[in-house]
């Protein structure tokens, strides 16, 4: 089975700090994902990757970097956290240039700026 | 710009019983993906059915199922025989074919099973 892991299920933060998300997958997929889940909104893609050092601006990428140096791992970074940023990370993965592959997901990460 | 509804935030179902859940989605291509998911409670998102645009043939798999109208741009899923543990937020979710493969979703639907 295809294992997304995220690096932590639960994060508290504060204002202006740095935060770093981490997803690891085993898969060996090229694509990664950063999603966004808030009550009412659904998912909003932030930012994905489709190879290694390769990044694409999603929905809503303002206030959010990614790093992607291996295949296997992709970074979420948050450069100065704000209360409007606490919300559910969730990290995916899958196979490229296939639309018909879905993207496998991790447990989530929920964060919390204060 | 692609966007997928679902119009339902909440819908409840009793054991047993049958439960259709609606999604629209406004597109202008012609060849695309249309995916349900599956969030149970503080667990990770799955996939539940997928279906092809291409296709005529409504997707199933054992107890879910579709029915895809095209022209009319709705993607519904049934679930049939509904149980506890499909209790669950669902995403209605769209993408096309080829490319970088982003997913368009839903905002999601929570569904209570009573027992």
């Known amino acids: 089975d295809v294992k997304v892991t995220q690096s932590s299920r639960y994060l508290v933060k504060r204002t202006g700090e740095k935060v770093f998300l981490e997803c690891v997958q085993d898969?060996?997929?090229?694509?990664m994902f950063w999603y966004r889940q808030d009550p009412g909104l659904g998912l909003r893609l932030i930012y994905f990757s489709y190879d290694v050092k390769m990044k694409e601006k999603g929905d809503i990428p303002e206030g959010y970097s990614v790093s992607r140096e291996k295949k296997e791992r992709f970074s979420l970074i948050l450069e100065s956290a704000s209360t409007n940023q606490t919300s559910m990370y969730l990290c995916a993965s899958s196979f490229n240039w296939a639309a018909n592959q879905p993207q496998h997901f991790g447990d989530g990460t929920r964060l919390s700026i204060l | 710009a692609q966007t997928v509804t679902q119009s339902q935030p909440e819908m409840s179902v009793q054991e047993a019983e049958t439960v259709t859940l609606s999604c629209t989605y406004d597109?202008?291509?012609?060849?695309?993906?249309l995916f349900w998911y599956k969030q149970p409670p503080s667990r990770q998102m799955i996939l539940v059915i997928r279906?092809?645009?291409?296709?005529?043939q409504n997707a199933t798999e054992n107890r879910f199922s579709v029915n895809f109208q095209k022209a009319a741009k709705s993607f519904s899923l049934k679930i049939s025989d509904s149980q506890l543990g499909d209790a669950a937020m669902y995403f209605c979710?769209?993408?096309?074919?080829?490319?970088?493969?982003?997913?368009?979703f839903g905002k999601g639907m929570k569904l209570t099973v009573n027992p």
């Open positions: 898969m060996d997929h090229e694509n």
């Open positions: 979710a769209y993408t096309t074919q080829g490319g970088s493969e982003k997913l368009v």
């Open positions: 597109t202008s291509e012609s060849d695309y993906y």
């Open positions: 279906q092809e645009a291409y296709k005529q």
